[in-house]
């Protein structure tokens, strides 16, 4: 989903933010004052060294030979698409193994470490010293940083010497195959790509905002835009609201919201581009036989033609459907009145769907237009859709609820235009005609680095066909660039793709060169469907160093390091070292977990799940559900105050042969100041005033 | 001035009462302490196994802290991590890093005092010399240090800070008669130069030899406390020593004390103790040892 659409519904982190502060406040600036003015970096050093002695002189590096062995056996097990995918795994499987290596090292060191000293008595020796509690809990990150630093630094220059010298062999390879012309037609511009940039890339991306579907390529003097039928395309029309909003507009008595329940007006209009499976049955017959019956339901240019319909829901936030399918329209297809999209349609909204849609403090809402019936195109405007109102009795003039377009954001200003969503993401379907659908990906502040006369692009979709059709014909895309300011169109760039796998096609400069520009894509090839997401096409814009971009892949495994570190030794300030762990991995893991779980934690499916246990008794029904829901905001509210290692992405862009971006390092740089600097707090707090003589 | 700030350590109604989990009381392992060590004193902590000792240790360290009460040391409240810079510590067994040689854990400590590194390259040698670690275990791992040895650098940890008051947790257990004796002459040593030395231990005889005062704790309670002097002073019997008497000086002797009414008088040859005994030995069999330690039976 575009980002413009759901970048205001993020969890909010500003609980978790207000209560870092305060900790850090509270802990290390009122409590622990002396501590923090008595800090001495020169003792936190030397507790910091002992901790690296103890891990050198027990032998923890001696675990790096062992990762070492097992990413070159699984490297030569690996069975890689291509030449570009054996490095892409061997980068995956180095920065794995070291990610791996580091975190359990770090945990199992640092959460050991004090309970031990604790245990064996040691500490007495260092408490009874000038030393704070504080340096103890800095000298001992400091020292774990460093032990996790120096697995670091051996992983990375075997990953870097390894990965040179793999990429080496299969770029003479890659040169040999071309020269001798063993290429496929799918891989040749791909191949050519290797052969002149090599393998181990660290590619600057740009990313389009948006990614949308039509039927037609959007024409830019008008405001009408195309979604196919045969439901393989849908509109989108976001309404934000207050509650009030829907209090019926003569209601004076308990002013109830929805109370009327609401009605969707809306205006779209149609074409019909081929054949009706009506159609195609009538012409399929034997002579004599007559087709099934086809009634008009519109008159046009004086002749009565069947209508077409379209399908009304109400979506959250989330695009999940929001309400029950008999809550709008009675959960029927609403015929359309006209071609042209004149005359409107009521779609009326039930009361108990206006209060469900009111639930908790929702304020947006997409109403989702879909054409089901094959042979047409839908066409929707600005103006297509409005939200009603109506009064308590039928004289009073209802209250409009306008969309929510943005005037500042021409990618928000019009409905928003999608295909078939599926779990790989929207499908694009194929039509060898001179026109068809098309994928628009607007790019903005991206113009191309370099003079070349072409620029790069990379493209990864999947690809479904009817599952009938010949299997080895090859999906040909057709690739254009346009620039909405000057109105320049390049000349179309066709190549063939295969699924899943990353192709690299150029388009010229002209285009391009102001940075504000769209690619449209078509899929030429009848009945294959590209399954396309926003993330599936970028622009090339330089390249970087590949080393460089490794280094800052270890940099961000090792600020997480420091972040498990702090977690562990948190934790061992008032737990044995085992459950320390357990719940260091508890801490680390748990926002993710609740990440993972989302659509299980949304409101109503509570609901859902006392309905499918079959839970009659309303009593009972409700315990649960409020139970239920009680549980998942307090999840959802924990998880809020927990770490998102995601941050820590130190794979996913070096690995694709993306250089990392400024941003990442700055992600990961910010949770562990935001969640390390509290921990290390508490810890400091947990262990001042904790008797370390047992 | 008060007690407080003016003496080494000093205790008011210092008690320590440990819990279960569910905040009951345990152990009560000290009860209501009121003590002062005065500066440049050696104090002997006396008593039994679990009588308090250890604790009153641990709670003027900072270790543990005070169900009730107050411990003041070297006039700031016990467990102040700026104290620290005066204070040494050798605890009852050596609790330090077995994974480093006996010069880097000198230098570790001496890095928590923030000693410069030209300081300690002069000090750390000095130390192990005083404790009596030769060239070669200076540079072993102290895991493979033999019981005697962990008590020495134990010893030059606590003293690496040329510290004021020092607190030496059973000092001598793990030593031989040699290493105690050697202990107890640097503990009179340290008095010399003004150091005020807590001394706890069952060792009666060790304390005897060195401290000042003694104070003896039972069941958590202070027994007694005093001058070792007076405390063991056996008011009815006079004892006169002598260097050299000739027999027919020893028969006048008799003679004389027989007519002035002493009918009980014992004269033997005072022994020596089993301690002085053993060192002696030892030296006269040690080619080019050091005179000193040869003990008093000599």
């Not at chain 1, 009111?358 to 304020?363: F, S, Y």
């Not at chain 2, 050596?94 to 040689?101: A, D, E, Q, V």
Request: charged share 20%.
């Amino acid at each position: 989903m575009s980002s413009h659409l759901l970048g205001d519904f993020e969890i909010s982190n500003f609980t978790g933010a207000i209560l870092g502060v305060v900790i850090v406040v509270g802990g290390l600036l009122i409590y622990g004052f002396r501590d923090l003015l008595r800090f001495s970096i020169t003792r936190a050093w030397a507790i910091s060294s002992v901790c690296w002695s103890e891990s050198i002189r027990r032998k923890v590096l001696w675990i790096t030979p062992l990762a070492i062995i097992g990413v070159i056996i699984v490297a030569q097990l690996q069975r890689p698409s291509d030449e570009q995918d054996a490095i892409r795994q061997t980068i995956k499987f180095c920065l794995f193994a070291t990610g791996l290596l580091i975190v359990i090292t770090t945990i199992i060191l640092a959460a050991t470490n004090l309970p031990k000293e604790i245990d064996t008595r040691v500490i007495y020796t260092v408490v009874t010293k000038p030393t704070t509690r504080l340096e103890i809990v800095i000298g001992k990150v400091l020292g774990f940083a460093r032990v996790s630093g120096a697995i670091l630094i051996i992983m990375g220059l075997f990953t870097g010497l390894y990965l040179h010298l793999r990429a080496s062999f299969l770029r003479d390879d890659i040169r040999q195959r071309l020269e001798a012309g063993l290429v496929n037609p799918t891989d040749l511009a791909s191949y050519q790509h290797y052969k002149d940039v090599g393998l181990l890339n660290a590619k600057t991306i740009e990313m389009p905002k948006q990614m949308e579907v039509f039927a037609r390529v959007p024409d830019p003097k008008s405001k009408v835009r195309w979604f196919s039928g045969n439901s393989e395309g849908e509109a989108l029309i976001p309404f934000e609201f207050k509650k009030e909003d829907f209090i019926a507009p003569d209601d004076n008595q308990d002013k109830t919201p929805g109370k009327t329940g609401a009605v969707a007006l809306i205006k779209i209009g149609w074409d019909q581009v081929g054949p009706t499976p009506e159609e195609q049955r009538a012409g399929k017959l034997p002579i004599g036989i007559a087709a099934p019956d086809t009634k008009p339901t519109t008159r046009i240019a004086g002749k009565l033609v069947r209508a077409p319909q379209v399908m009304v829901r109400v979506y959250d936030t989330n695009l999940n459907q929001l309400l029950p399918g008999n809550a709008v329209g009675n959960g029927k297809g609403v015929d359309l009145a006209d071609p042209a999209g004149i005359t409107p349609i009521p779609v009326y909204i039930t009361p108990q769907g206006i209060q469900q849609m009111l639930q908790g403090d929702r304020t947006k809402i997409f109403l989702n237009i879909i054409g089901p019936n094959k042979g047409y195109e839908y066409s929707i405007a600005p103006d297509s859709a409005v939200l009603l109102i109506p009064g308590m009795s039928e004289q009073t003039q209802p209250k409009v609820l306008q969309p929510a377009y943005s005037n500042n954001n021409p990618l928000a200003a019009m409905p928003f235009l999608r295909g078939r969503y599926g779990m790989g993401g929207e499908q694009l379907p194929g039509s060898s005609k001179e026109t068809g659908p098309v994928v628009v990906l607007p790019f903005s502040n991206a113009a191309p680095s370099g003079s070349g006369a072409q620029v790069s692009f990379q493209l990864r979709a999947g690809i479904e066909n009817s599952g009938d059709e010949d299997t080895e014909k090859l999906t040909q895309i057709e690739a254009v660039a346009y620039n909405p300011k000057s109105g320049e169109t390049s000349s179309p760039t066709k190549f063939y793709l295969e699924a899943n796998r990353q192709t690299i096609f150029q388009l010229p400069r002209g285009p391009l060169a102001d940075g504000q520009f769209e690619i449209r894509l078509r899929n030429l090839t009848d009945d294959h469907y590209l399954i396309l997401r926003p993330d599936s096409v970028s622009m090339i814009q330089s390249m970087e160093s590949f080393d460089f971009n490794l280094l800052k892949s270890l940099f961000i495994l090792w600020l997480m390091s420091i972040l498990v570190t702090v977690i562990a030794i948190f934790c061992s300030t008032w737990l044995s070292w085992p459950i320390a762990i357990v719940l260091t991995l508890v801490i680390l893991l748990g926002h993710w977990g609740v990440q993972q779980l989302s659509d299980t934690l949304q409101p109503g499916v509570g609901n859902s799940i006392a309905q499918d246990l079959g839970l009659q008794d309303p009593s009972k029904a409700k315990a649960f559900t409020s139970s239920y829901e009680a549980l998942s905001k307090g999840l959802v509210a924990v998880s809020t105050i927990l770490p998102d290692i995601s941050q820590f992405s130190a794979t996913e862009d070096i690995e694709k042969g993306v250089a990392i971006a400024p941003q990442r390092l700055f992600d990961a740089l910010t949770v562990l100041l935001g969640f390390g600097v509290p921990m290390l707090a508490l810890s400091y707090v947990f262990l001042r005033n904790k008797e370390v003589a047992p | 001035m008060t007690l407080a700030t003016d003496s080494a350590v000093h205790t008011e109604h210092l008690t320590k009462i440990y819990r279960d989990f569910w905040g009951r009381d345990k152990v009560r392992a000290l009860d209501d302490l009121n003590l002062t060590i005065h500066r440049g004193e050696v104090f002997g902590l006396l008593g039994p196994n679990g009588s308090g000792k250890s604790t009153t240790i641990k709670l003027l360290l900072g270790l543990i802290f005070a169900t009730r009460g107050t411990a003041h040391v070297l006039g700031q409240p016990a467990g102040s991590t700026t104290i620290n810079e005066k204070i040494g510590f050798l605890p009852e067994e050596s609790y330090l890093y077995r994974f480093l040689n006996g010069e880097e854990t000198l230098k570790f400590y001496g890095r928590l005092f923030k000693i410069p590194s030209k300081d300690l390259k002069r000090r750390v040698p000095e130390l192990l010399d005083v404790v009596g670690l030769d060239q070669k275990s200076r540079k072993r791992k102290l895991r493979e240090y033999s019981k005697g040895m962990a008590r020495r650098i134990g010893l030059a940890q606590a003293l690496i800070n040329n510290p004021d008051l020092i607190l030496l947790d059973e000092p001598t257990t793990g030593l031989d008669p040699i290493g105690t004796r050697e202990m107890k002459d640097l503990i009179l040593s340290l008095k010399e130069q003004g150091k005020t030395v807590l001394l706890c231990s069952h060792l009666l005889a060790d304390v005897q030899d060195v401290c000042d005062r003694i104070t003896i704790l039972f069941r958590g309670k202070m027994q007694t406390l005093g001058q070792v002097r007076d405390l063991l002073q056996v008011r009815d019997i006079t004892q006169i020593q002598t260097r050299g008497m000739t027999p027919q000086q020893l028969t006048e002797v008799q003679e004389f004390l027989r007519r002035t009414g002493v009918t009980d008088a014992t004269i033997t040859h005072p022994t020596t103790t089993l301690e002085d005994l053993f060192v002696r030995v030892v030296r006269e069999n040690t080619p080019g040892a050091d005179p000193r330690i040869a003990g008093n039976g000599q």
